[in-house]
Each structure stands twice: as C-alpha cells, then as structure tokens.
C-alpha cells in the first residue's frame, strides 16, 4: 500500500511534465525523420526553447521535466546497448582502432588546453570534448549525468555538435574525393571524422550516391566501435567525481555519495550490449532490437525538449562563443589526425 501511495504522489508531481515533454518529442522525432541532417534532438531543444518563453509558469510541469532531463536521459543511454553486436565491432572496428584512439585522446586534450586557456567552465569543455570525439548527442547523454551537468551546459554542447555535424555532412564527401581517398577510407574518416551517428549515414550516404560504393557499411561499423569509448570514459569521469567529494568530505558521507555519483546506468548499458551479443550469437536477428534502438532515440529526443524548456536562448546565444570556437578547434584536429592516421597505417 505504502508503494501505490508513492506512486500515486511520484506521478501528481510529474506527470504534467512528462507530458509536456512527450508532445514536444513527437514532432520533433517526425521532424528529425525528414531532416535527418539536423536530427530530432535539435527540434527537441529549438522547440521546448520556443515552449518556455510563452509559459508564464513552470511551478506545475518543473519536477516532471527535472526528470525527464536527468532520469529518461540514463533510460536512453540503457537502451542505446541494444544496438550493439560487440562481436562484429570487434571483428571490424579493431582495424580502425587505432585511429579511433588518437582522434579520441586528440579531441579531450584540445578540450582541455581551451578549458585551461580561455578559462572555459569545465562541464562544456568536457561535453564538447566527448560529443567531439566518441559519439555526439549520445556521448553527452551519457556523460551529463556524471559530471552533473546543467541543461544550459548540455544545450550549448549539442547546438555546437550539431554544426559542426551539418558542415561535415556536407563538406567532408567533396574533401574526400579531392583527397582521392578510397571507399574503405572515406568509411573510416566519416566514422572517425563526423560527431553525431545520423550525420555519418548522411555523409556515408553522400559518398555511396557519387561513388556508386558501400563506405556506410565502414563508417557505421567505426562509428559504433567509437560509441563503445562511452565506457571508460564515464567510468573515469565517475572516479574523478568521487575523487573530489572523498577531498571535500569525510568517509561516510562519501560513501553515500559514491551510490548517487557512479553512472549504474552505463553498467546496465554494457549488459545490454553483452545481451544483445549473445542473442546474435545463437541465431537471434539483431533486428529484433531494432525497437529498443527506437525508443534510446526516442528518449533522448525527449530530453532535450526538457532541456530545451529549462534553458533561456538569449542567454545562450550570449555565451556561446568560447564553446563554439572550442567545438570547431576539436572538429578540424579530429579530421586533421584521421586522415594523418590513415596515411600512417596505409588505408588511404
């Protein structure tokens, strides 16, 4: 009884929220399908920004889009595992692992040479410097919980992924070909090269159509053994946190602490991807987990309109300069050190 009573309580106080969030998702999402080179967490952001300047209150609706922003978030982040056949990233994307770990480490110490040069906070350096080099909106979901991130942080992070992501849809096939790189190797600078997951399909698929090849097959393939560096790098992140508090306060309440601080939800991201390895492995079409991999979307879409409403686009755009000019310092190293690479190992 006491467990209905909660319940009851849990979903009064956020229910109006979820609510407001899931009817700015939807057109988003549908959106994001027919624009696919801006994507539905984008129009999420741009919509629920849009939402709040004519809300003349958000008292009702403030605790259901806290945890839309936070809680559906780390469901997105679970889910995201579904996706992830860790037997043939293994078999495929270790021949660009080498690439994949410079482009990473190149990107994170960009990001902090700016954060430490232009007195930058350090959440929007960490977000970009992730969102950079692993997997874009996917990466800043998973890493914003960590880090305690606010919805300002994680907005201005995906808006400068997300140009940088629609410059290198369009601009990397023509570089490629002037370049004179091969089908495998455009493959592997989209999948390296290009932040977000939708806008290495665009840039692949771009390639594919005046090339006649398959580079999409590669450059998913890279993109998904990129994905995978979502791991250490919130584990690290999480041991850094803990870190601070052990500093800041003593054993006990550390310990406390320590539950709320370590990301659980990327253990149950791991299971997930071990999960679905397996399944694949006895016969299990991976296609069956093509409506979890839906709805990790989904509900990443719906955390950013909750991120969209809580955040203020004037004052966004005020101070936007120093992310912006730090996502482009990390955009052009990451391509510069891909093709570098390539030609090293001889893939070009």
């Known amino acids: 009884m006491t467990g209905k009573i909660f319940y009851m309580s849990w979903l009064k106080t956020n229910w109006m929220g979820i609510a407001l969030c899931l009817i ?3 057109p988003a999402w549908y959106l994001g399908r027919l624009f696919p080179l801006i994507g539905g967490p984008v129009f999420s952001i741009l919509i629920g920004m849009l939402v709040t300047t004519f809300l003349k209150s958000k008292e009702k609706v403030q605790h259901g889009i806290a945890f839309t922003s936070k809680k559906v978030l780390q469901y997105a982040v679970i889910l995201l595992g579904f996706g992830m056949n860790l037997s043939v990233i ?3 994307g270790l021949q660009s692992l080498p690439i994949i770990l410079t482009t990473i480490l190149t990107s994170l110490l960009i990001a902090y040479v700016l954060f430490k040069a232009m007195k ?7 977000l970009v410097g992730v969102g950079s080099s692993i997997c874009g909106g996917s990466a800043i979901a998973a890493t914003a919980p960590v880090i305690n991130a606010s919805d300002k942080e994680i907005a201005q992070s995906i808006s400068v992924i997300f140009l940088f992501n629609v410059i290198a849809a369009l601009v990397f096939p ?3 070909g002037l370049l004179g790189l091969s089908n495998y190797g455009f493959g592997v600078f989209a999948g390296t090269a290009v932040n977000d997951t939708s806008s290495v399909t665009a840039a692949a698929a771009a390639w594919d159509a005046i090339h006649g090849s398959n580079a999409l097959d590669t450059a998913t ?14 584990l690290t992140l999480s041991l850094y946190q803990i870190k601070k508090n052990r500093a800041k306060s003593n054993t006990l309440n550390t310990r406390v602490r320590i539950t709320k601080i370590f990301p659980f939800f990327i253990l149950y991201f791991v299971a997930a991807s071990v999960l679905t390895t397996i399944c694949v492995s006895v016969g299990i079409p991976i296609e069956l987990f093509t ?3 839906d709805l990790s979307k ?7 309109a909750a991120i969209g409403l809580n955040t203020n686009a004037v004052k966004l755009i005020k101070s936007g300069g120093k992310p912006i000019f730090a996502g482009l310092c990390c955009w052009i190293s990451i391509a510069v050190v891909s093709l570098l690479m390539q030609q090293v190992l001889g893939i070009w």
Request: net charge positive.
């Open 174 to 176: 023509t570089l490629g």
């Open 291 to 293: 409506p979890l991999k």
């Open 120 to 126: 930058m906070p350090s959440n929007i350096s960490v």
């Open 298 to 304: 989904f509900f990443i879409i719906m955390a950013m």
């Open 24 to 26: 700015i998702a939807i």
């Open 90 to 92: 293994i078999t495929i």
């Open 221 to 234: 393939v890279v993109k998904l053994t990129r994905t995978l560096a979502i791991i250490p790098i919130t």
